[in-house]
């Protein structure tokens, strides 16, 4: 098994210390990243990770204390693709898992299960082997069909370690049910039952159901019920003013009267707001930048309270709420200069912290942090074979639009150009982003690096349409695809006019939406490209559209698109 592990304590400089110079093989930027995700034990001894062996992912345990034994691993089987690891217990690891399967002779699915594990990798199986249901919905069919999704989690329950809940049911694929599911025999009990207008179940931070939420299939109206805070009595959502069925409800405080809704609420950007279920209105902001998204929420470690907020600027930060958490986190980045730590996983004592420490030019080691001794110990490294080689660097950059706005962008530098602090007439590759309703960051991109590795100059923007710059960025690329082009055309042009592009030397490629805009690119303004690549791209959307209205929601999914 390829991997490093450590667990000698040193600072981070001396783990990240700077590499040297050398041209890599091909083969050292194509492999799989070393560790897709990892997870800590509750009692801080032992870590489950999802790590790369030959060419595939498998689960492993790496007990702390034992820095001479070898990682116990098991793999995962042909054609699997893992998700995420989590420990649910100190001896019991899940891991969830897709495959993707042809459905009918016609339709491609992908189908999930739990792959449960002990921590010394014995008695590993499927955790709910029963995987058809006796009703598949009315578009598919009436017969019993093989259940889809055996993987949705909906709590983790950390204060019943022998037991999570989860989604799904065994007689409509369609209304999940909420099921009380033991963690080491998959046997379980139906605590909820579904409906086929609910799609998501949400808990509050006692572990309680307390919303149900979806959409109808057969009119695309959004279904929202909610449980009341003390009693099983569940209310449609219509009896809470101002809160839409189609409320983008992420949890609860600790308090389980008080909601956490991700919303606008007249501004542009997306903020975190808390609805208030006994009043039935809406109460104090958490949270809201005036620049970027809300991402995410931030817990403490025991899961009991929230002490934060994510967005992503160019790389993730987090505003907390609690001056504890913070001055945590400043004795993390205070020893980590130069790295952004995005957290894995924690023990509830919050004393070890699995963190990957996020660098444009470094490829992300997966490090176990101490916040008593405030020193970080190595796993695991993402491209294990680059340790030797210089990586290009990379600039958070921003050109003006035809219209005049601006775009952010980051351009990527081969280490011999920024060295002699001369950009000119670079070759350069432009390469936007797939989705179109994503976006890069100023992180680790192992092809944009490799192409500066062979010398050339990367530009990757986020066209309007791009997500996390607010709604207004956003819905300004989902009116007007050509308006995405034209960002990626003035990115192009910037480059030239700057003098930083070799005009003559220019490759415009991208995967997905990245395909179709180096198809566009080539056919609009071919004088800019001497070169255009289209990984998976799309081609004919009309196609696309009458392909994604063979499965449930599409109708849905393409008038949004």
Not at 420 to 431: C, E, H, M, R, Y
Request: proline share 5%.
């Amino acid at each position: 098994m390829r991997f490093f592990y450590c667990v000698l304590s040193f600072v981070l400089a001396s783990l990240l210390a700077p590499a040297l110079s050398a041209k890599a093989p091909v083969e050292a930027y194509a492999q799989l990243p070393g560790v897709l995700d990892a997870s800590i034990s509750p009692d801080g001894k032992a870590i489950a990770a999802i790590m790369e062996n030959g060419g595939e992912y498998v689960i492993s345990v790496i007990e702390i204390s034992d820095n001479q034994a070898k990682p116990k691993a098991a793999g995962l089987g042909e054609g699997v693709m893992p998700l995420w690891v989590k420990w649910v217990n100190n001896d019991r690891v899940l891991v969830s898992i897709k495959q993707t399967q042809r459905y009918r002779n016609s339709l491609i699915i992908n189908t999930g299960h739990l792959f449960t594990v002990k921590r010394d990798m014995s008695d590993a199986d499927i955790l709910i082997k029963q995987d058809r249901t006796r009703r598949l919905g009315s578009k598919l069919g009436s017969k019993a069909e093989p259940r889809q999704f055996n993987n949705v989690v909906i709590d983790f329950l950390p204060n019943d370690p022998d037991h999570i809940l989860m989604s799904f049911s065994d007689d409509d694929a369609f209304a999940p049910d909420v099921q009380k599911v033991n963690v080491v025999t998959g046997n379980y009990m139906k605590i909820r039952n579904g409906s086929d207008r609910i799609q998501t179940w949400v808990t509050d931070l006692r572990g309680e159901v307390r919303i149900g939420q979806g959409l109808r299939d057969l009119d695309n109206s959004w279904t929202l019920t909610i449980r009341d805070t003390n009693g099983d009595k569940w209310r449609p959502g219509e009896e809470y003013p101002g809160l839409a069925n189609d409320a983008s409800i992420v949890g609860f405080t600790e308090n389980p009267d008080e909601m956490i809704v991700a919303s606008y609420r007249g501004a542009d950007t997306l903020g975190l707001f808390v609805y208030d279920l006994r009043s039935k209105s809406w109460g104090k902001k958490l949270f809201q930048h005036p620049q970027y998204d809300v991402s995410d929420i931030v817990f403490s470690p025991d899961g009991s309270r929230v002490i934060g907020a994510e967005y992503i600027a160019d790389t993730a930060e987090i505003e907390f709420f609690d001056g504890a958490a913070k001055a945590r986190m400043d004795k993390i980045r205070a020893n980590m200069t130069g790295y952004t730590p995005h957290f894995i996983d924690q023990t509830q004592d919050g004393r070890r912290v699995l963190i990957k420490a996020v660098s444009p030019d470094t490829p992300a080691p997966l490090l176990l942090y101490d916040t008593v001794t405030d020193t970080p110990s190595l796993i695991a490294s993402d491209y294990p074979r680059l340790s030797d080689v210089q990586q290009g660097d990379v600039s958070a950059v921003k050109y003006t639009a035809r219209d005049g706005v601006k775009i952010p962008a980051y351009v990527t530098l081969p280490y011999k150009v920024t060295d002699s602090g001369a950009i000119d007439n670079v070759p350069f590759v432009v390469l936007p982003h797939g989705g179109p309703y994503a976006r890069d960051t100023q992180s680790f991109d192992y092809l944009a690096q490799f192409f500066a590795n062979r010398g050339y100059g990367v530009l990757q923007m986020n066209f309007r349409g791009s997500t996390g710059y607010g709604r207004e960025f956003k819905e300004a690329g989902r009116d007007n695809w050509v308006v995405m082009q034209d960002d990626v055309e003035d990115g192009t042009r910037w480059l030239i006019e700057k003098g930083y592009a070799d005009p003559n030397r220019i490759c415009i490629m991208g995967w997905s939406y990245g395909g179709f805009a180096a198809l566009m690119g080539a056919a609009k303004t071919g004088e800019l490209y001497q070169c255009a690549i289209s990984m998976a791209g799309v081609t004919d959307l009309q196609d696309q559209i009458n392909d994604r209205e063979k499965y449930r929601f599409g109708d849905y999914a393409m008038e949004n698109f």
